[in-house]
């Protein structure tokens, strides 16, 4: 699997310059079953790299939608049935919609509205979805999400929180802009042999159980969650430079099973130091205080490792 994982990145990032450590954490996100959202300004690669990120999965079951304040439930979950409506039943017509796909990608997530939002949240926490008086058992095994800015209204806060890894995607550096000049328009596609089957990623989940988190790593990551929150704690949300963070019991949880993945797909039977680069992408919800967790992890993991060691 590790040689395979190897060779799908390698060709994920073909054509594309500085992306190969957001193309990599959105894999582990996808095998870990898990969603992730790519925050940044427009022209930076977000829809590219999540479009490739759809082609992992060797289903063909992929929906794609770019959300406005004026999207309705048809568009995401399908149109209503007149057949049925005849009948005087309720049900909507979801294949090649939301509610029957394995991967989806909703640009411009964050302009949900009130319409489309609990059936959405509904089928990314419990991957269920109520179509009429149906209920529907949802295949979707990662959603990925894109904005071009953080969602500030306190109605989007459930849909934000069920996004695990927060990827900030910006302009590549002023020094590697030139490789831009030189690069080939191909048609994108990865071959069949490379591509991950549903029961490969569902194998890979389950194998991950066997996985191990050392006690000495399993303290440093504890350690890292205390100073994380007393940095943050009696932060309030109007201060200019930093707002309030909060890590809830589910996050850990959905954190540990990631770690696990990483370690899995490099070959390894216990997670390691490396790993928690990860929790770089997974701690912080605002992107003010991205920078401040960064610190808040270093520091701590270099000071735990200098005790350990």
Known sequence: ??????????????????????MKIGLLTLLAGENIVLLGPPGTAKSEVARRLSQVIDSGNYFEYLLTKFTTPEELFG????????????????DGYLPKVEVAFLDEVFKANSSILNSLLTIINEKKYHNGKEEMEVPLISLIGASNEFPKQEELSALYDRFLIKREVDYIANNMKIRLLNLRNTEFSIPKEFKLTVNEIKKVQKECLKIEIPEKISR????????????????????????????????????????????YTNGRKE????????LNDCLWNNPKNRKVVEDVIGNTVEKELMRIF
């Open 1 to 22: 699997m590790k040689e395979k994982i190897l060779k799908l990145l390698e060709i994920l990032n073909e054509g594309l310059v500085d992306k190969e450590s957001t």
């Open 79 to 94: 149109p209503l049935s007149i057949k049925e409506l005849k009948n005087d039943t309720f049900s909507r017509k979801t």
């Open 220 to 263: 440093i990551i504890i350690k890292v969650i205390q100073n994380y929150e007393n940095h943050f704690k009696n932060k309030k949300d109007d201060n200019e430079n930093e707002l309030s963070e909060k890590i809830s019991d589910r996050k850990i949880v959905k954190i540990s099973k990631l770690l696990k993945v990483s370690a």
């Open 271 to 278: 997670v390691d130091i490396s790993d928690l680069i990860l």
